[in-house]
């Protein structure tokens, strides 16, 4: 295994506030960033990071990645593993295969998780959780990072600024995981106005999307045909 599953180049694109994994703690960071010029540019490169890697993430594990792991890690333990994951690697920095392996020897029940006996974790069962929870951190940093720009958007981002965000989710949005569409589609409304009804459109009408993905743009889109109907 390699040191780490995040590449150099992203942890440099994703800084503090974003990478925290907990999501209440990142939240209240994102709220007390100003969007100064210099955020505003961190920001950008990292949503732009955050888009591209979720956007492989789709392509190669379709809408629903479970990443090797039974259901039951996610449903019926989930929230108890949650809290020690937060705990044992707080940051996309601190998710290296040591920690990982660290955490699962420490707090996972293999019996009970996963219906197996084991001395050592099993590097594949290790890579699994790895990757798991780097994708977590990462699509919460992408989900904190849109809703961000659409906070401050109306007042501080600059025409450049709206247009290459606008740009960065449209082209990704069809190809992004349902969960993080309808975030992105009222996102690109608040940032571009009713000019993107027929970009709305071919989503809604796409039969490739994911069923909630065309329905949240066929919501949007016509939430836009009524605001231009006469009175």
Known sequence: MTASWVAHEM????PVPWRLADPVE???????LPPDPLHRVEALTALET???YLVDVRD???DEADW?????????????????LKQSMPTLADVTPERVREWAEAYLDPEDVFGVTWTTPPDEMIDSIGRSWVFFILRGAAESLVRWFR???PDQLDDSERARIVELLKDATPR???RMTIITIPTILDLSGSQEKDYFDRLANDPG????TRAEAESVSSSIGHQNEPI
């Open 11 to 14: 942890l440099a694109a994703v």
């Open 26 to 32: 990142r939240g209240k960071a994102t709220r007390e």
């Open 50 to 52: 955050c888009l591209a």
């Open 60 to 62: 190669r594990y379709g």
């Open 68 to 84: 090797g792991l039974p259901k039951a890690f996610f449903d019926d333990y989930w929230f108890l593993l949650y809290a020690r």
């Open 151 to 153: 906070q401050v958007g």
């Open 176 to 178: 992004l995981q349902w």
């Open 209 to 212: 999307l994911h069923e909630k």
